[in-house]
């Protein structure tokens, strides 16, 4: 049985940094993409970061581009976001998803059914 798992949450001041991590188990194709989803308070899910793990091509939302990384450890089946400069607006649910086999790695553009998802970790952003 799929699984996805995020640890590294918490609570932060402005300007600071935090890392979450997502532990993948119980796949039976290797996911060719991997992906950070947010949902902000009042929001719905946006897309954050994905990850090709093929080519190691990775795509960001604008509104976090140049201040967050995503970055892969395939031997150990971990996917990470390294999270810097945070601001209020970055505060949210954020959950890890793979992709399915069958579609592409093309953006953070992801559909509810086009993925399996992790069940998410609160980051609090305090200004």
């Known amino acids: 049985q799929v699984h996805l798992a995020e640890s590294g949450g918490g609570s932060v001041q402005a300007g600071g940094s935090l890392k979450l991590s997502c532990q993948a188990s119980?796949?039976?194709?290797?996911?060719?993409?991997l992906g950070w989803f947010r949902k902000r308070p009042g929001n719905g899910r946006e897309g954050v970061a994905a990850i090709d793990t093929s080519g190691g091509r990775s795509y960001y939302d604008e509104s976090v581009e140049g201040r967050f990384n995503i970055s892969k450890d395939s031997l150990n089946n971990l996917l990470y976001l390294q999270m810097s400069s945070l601001i209020h607006e970055d505060t949210a649910v954020y959950s890890c998803?793979?992709?399915?086999?069958?579609?592409?790695?093309?953006?953070?553009?992801?559909?509810?059914?086009?993925?399996?998802w992790g069940q998410g970790n609160q980051v609090t952003v305090s200004s």
């Open positions: 998803a793979a992709l399915r086999p069958d579609l592409n790695c093309t953006g953070v553009a992801w559909s509810r059914d086009h993925a399996y």
């Open positions: 119980g796949f039976s194709y290797r996911p060719n993409c």
